[in-house]
């Protein structure tokens, strides 16, 4: 076990002996960390994917079984699929977004699903203006149980983001306490995090249809055969949602429309015509990068994390065949962050370079990093995408092999997600 204020230097050693990537090594750390005594800390649990996190905390202050985030991950839902592409022309804007959690549209559901079967409820509070807002927080602090706030990321001054995400940055983060002027909330960092009460009411209301949103747990802690039986239902019900949702955006489906429009010359969702070499192409690498590695997945799009809590699963609940369901998603995160890495070929400078600063943006933020340097690894972004747009850092034949060999790792790894889903379905 280890103190959270020695994560990051564990996470740094960890990939100076193993080779891994910073998210890898990470997860790997993350998983081993215990909660520790005195204060908000007390509370507090590290983790990589938001909705995941904040459950495992509320599961462990209600006294559930130890459950780790990968066995949380598992029986919340599991993996998921999300592909959407932005195009404007008239402001020659293009943006790419990829997502690996289930129902990683709807926290809400996510949440309330999870409760359901463990046999707990989710409740959920919302308000219409800033005074009830602080009045629902300070009650529901007052019974002394973590909460679960939905925010914008973008007004949480830790992360530093620049004024332009402000109002999309949707995420959540658990408050463990609060005072008159100060907030001590959990966001997946080693540590605790600490802002003042205007901050987090800023950020709690910067998206309109959140309402404030709060949310814990109530119920009985569920025992460990129960944990066993949601572990198994969280699983069916992933696996039913990838397979069968009516909206394709949501399905394996949506990967494979990806590789191909990324080879496409012709209709206006190809990248030849969204996305086309200079700062849209440009956002479509560094997008594809940031989505599968370091935005809330624990690297390699969730698939990692999924497979460790299927192992997980498999042992301490007597599935044995979900250990091998387990093999082929450890897999397929590899060959996800594979595609991440390719995506931006180290042998050119600039990507590189992006690599390197989303990387550093991702550990400052998470190891309690000074903002003023969160803040400039977004201005080397910027600049980086500023000089794509005049010079793109790949001349035309470059650009056209590396489309196409992101397209073939992509249909590969379509295939494979298509094979892993059916066997899981079938344990």
């Known amino acids: 076990m280890t103190s959270h204020k020695h994560l990051k230097q564990l996470v740094r050693a960890r990939m100076a002996k193993t080779g891994e990537r910073y998210a890898t090594a990470r997860r790997q750390i993350v998983s081993q960390a215990a909660r520790v005594a005195g204060g908000p800390a007390a509370a507090h649990l590290p983790g990589n994917v938001p909705g995941a996190t904040a459950l495992r905390v509320l599961l462990a202050h209600a006294g ?79 019974e002394g149980h973590p909460i679960i706030a939905w925010v914008d990321a973008a007004h949480l001054p830790h992360r530093a983001m620049p004024a332009w995400t402000s109002g999309g940055a949707y995420h959540l983060v658990t408050v463990y306490a609060a005072d008159a002027t100060l907030a001590h909330i959990g966001d997946l960092a080693d540590e605790p995090v600490s802002l003042t009460r205007a901050e987090l009411l800023a950020a709690r209301g910067r998206i309109r249809k959140d309402k404030f949103r709060l949310a814990w747990l109530t119920g009985p802690a569920p025992a460990e055969a129960s944990l066993g039986k949601a572990f198994q239902a969280g699983l069916a019900h992933g696996a039913r949602e990838l397979a069968t949702c009516k909206m394709k955006n949501f399905r394996l489906d949506a990967f494979h429309s990806l ?151 992509l249909r590969e790894i379509h295939a494979a997600e298509v094979v892993a889903l059916e066997a899981l379905a079938a344990v």
């Open 259 to 409: 590789a191909e429009r990324m080879v496409a010359t012709k209709g206006k969702e190809s990248w030849a015509v969204a996305f086309p070499p200079g700062h849209r192409l440009w956002t479509a690498l560094t997008s594809l990068y940031q989505y599968v590695e370091h935005y809330g997945t624990g690297g390699g799009l969730c698939r990692p994390l999924f497979a460790e809590g299927l192992a997980e699963g498999a042992a301490r609940f007597g599935r044995p065949a979900y250990a091998a369901v387990a093999a082929r998603y450890a897999e397929l995160g590899a060959a996800w962050s594979a595609l991440a890495e390719a995506a931006l070929p180290d042998a050119v400078p600039a990507c590189r370079e992006a690599k390197a600063l989303i990387s550093r943006r991702s550990e400052l933020i998470l190891g309690g990093g000074d903002p003023a340097e969160v803040r400039a690894c977004w201005d080397g972004l910027a600049g980086l995408s500023a000089a794509a747009r005049t010079r793109f850092p790949l001349e035309t034949p470059a650009v056209a092999g590396l489309l196409q060999d992101l397209s073939a790792r």
């Open 64 to 142: 559930a079984p130890d459950c780790s985030e990968a066995l949380t991950f598992c029986l919340a839902g599991g993996i998921g699929a999300g592909v959407f592409a932005f195009v404007y022309e008239k402001e020659d804007f293009a943006s790419l977004f990829l997502a690996g959690r289930h129902a990683w549209h709807d926290d809400k559901g996510y949440l309330t699903s999870a409760a359901a079967r463990l046999g707990m409820s989710l409740v959920v509070k919302e308000a219409g203006g800033a005074g009830p807002a602080e009045k629902q927080l300070d009650a529901a602090l007052a």
